[in-house]
């Protein structure tokens, strides 16, 4: 099992910034992709920016230039950096993770986790 928790959302004015974390933790072997999504009231669940073990980035379009997804894989954490925040960015913000859980090479299998979410809003 492998258990992820966000952290760092906020409300905050249009144009601000904040900083979320994920944290990853349990019986992890491997992590391979971070992603984050989110999901505004009435919306579906959208793809904001993922990165790679090997450091790899994708964002949305709607947030290049103004988010940076970073990782730390020592730690198991990953972070979104958030500038230049608009009211339409309000929405949970869910971290995702994938890899492989166990201890052994030979035991370990695949998972994909989700964290709980995060409530950003931005608003004057």
């Known amino acids: 099992q492998v258990q992820l928790v966000e952290s760092g959302g906020g409300s905050v004015q249009p144009g601000g910034s904040l900083r979320l974390s994920c944290a990853a933790s349990?019986?992890?072997?491997?992590?391979?992709?971070m992603a984050w999504y989110r999901q505004a009231p009435g919306k579906q669940r959208e793809l904001v920016a993922v990165?790679?073990?090997?450091?790899?980035?994708h964002y949305a379009d709607f947030v290049k230039g103004r988010f940076t997804v970073s990782r730390d894989n020592a730690k198991n954490i990953a972070y979104l950096q958030m500038n230049s925040l608009k009211p339409e960015d309000t929405a949970v913000y869910y971290c995702?993770?994938?890899?492989?859980?166990?201890?052994?090479?030979?035991?370990?299998?695949?998972?994909?986790?989700w964290g709980q979410g995060t409530q950003v809003t931005v608003s004057s």
């Open positions: 995702k993770a994938e890899g492989r859980t166990g201890s052994t090479t030979y035991s370990a299998r695949p998972f994909i986790s």
């Open positions: 349990g019986s992890i072997f491997s992590i391979n992709d």
């Open positions: 990165i790679t073990r090997g450091g790899s980035t």
